[in-house]
């Protein structure tokens, strides 16, 4: 019987922390879970594709646009389950025990949020984003998605969009997510540098004007700046 789990993970220019996303899935490769790790590039220039070759990784090339590399892993992987995870998102240690159960029931599931920092500012925008995908049904793609295959289908899969494709995910299958009991632990970095505050300002105001109805590609040139 072969594994259940095809792992999709979107990269662009992503040496640095991918190590780290992939020695973490050793514990499901362990447990019989992964059948497959899909890595879908944007261009990458640096030690990525390396990396994701030594790994043993299928390896789906296209433009930059984590949607679009998101739609193109999927369409590559030949899991019943796919499990999109960042490349800068560490799966805490137990987290195969808890996929495992999960798969006894189609659906789609999600992890809690977690910095790799500690302090006032890291915990409260993870509490805030535990809370509105809690509340609103709306995790982001830091937090990691296993959906099983028929229920990725049956949504049409992820759009091609650059920007919230994760929450136009989320919407799509409104009903039908469920927190796993285990942490996504994603990199602070960019929070760091740019500020706390900034950046989650920045990013709920482009939720806002996504839910909105901004167009994506917009909202992309905009973030970006």
């Known amino acids: 019987m072969r594994a259940p789990i095809s792992v999709i993970i979107p990269t662009l220019n992503a040496a640095e922390p991918l190590p780290r996303c992939l020695a973490a899935l050793g514990e499901g490769l362990q447990a019989g ?31 930059a646009s984590r949607g679009g590399q998101l739609r193109r892993g999927a369409e590559a992987a030949q899991g019943e389950w796919l499990l999109f995870l960042h490349a800068d998102t560490v799966l805490e240690e137990g987290w195969s025990a808890a996929f495992s159960k999960a798969l006894g029931k189609p659906g789609g599931y999600y992890c809690q949020l977690k910095f790799d920092v500690r302090g006032g500012a890291p915990w409260g925008v993870a509490a805030w984003a535990n809370m509105r995908s809690r509340r609103f049904g709306l995790p982001y793609g830091d937090q990691g998605l296993l959906i099983a295959r028929p229920t990725y289908e049956a949504v049409g899969g992820y759009e091609d969009i650059p920007l919230m494709e994760d929450v136009a995910m ?40 996504y839910l909105m109805g901004a167009d994506p590609e917009t909202l992309a040139q905009d973030y970006r700046r």
């Open 170 to 209: 989320a919407r799509a299958l409104r009903g039908q997510l469920v927190c796993l009991p285990v942490h996504a632990v994603t990199s602070a970095q960019k929070y760091e540098k740019q500020g706390w505050i900034t950046r989650g300002g920045r990013n709920l105001w482009t939720l806002a004007r």
């Open 33 to 63: 879970l992964i059948r497959e790790l899909v890595i879908s590039d944007g261009g990458s220039n640096d030690a990525t594709l390396k990396i994701a070759e030594a790994a043993g990784a299928q390896v789906v090339r296209g433009p």
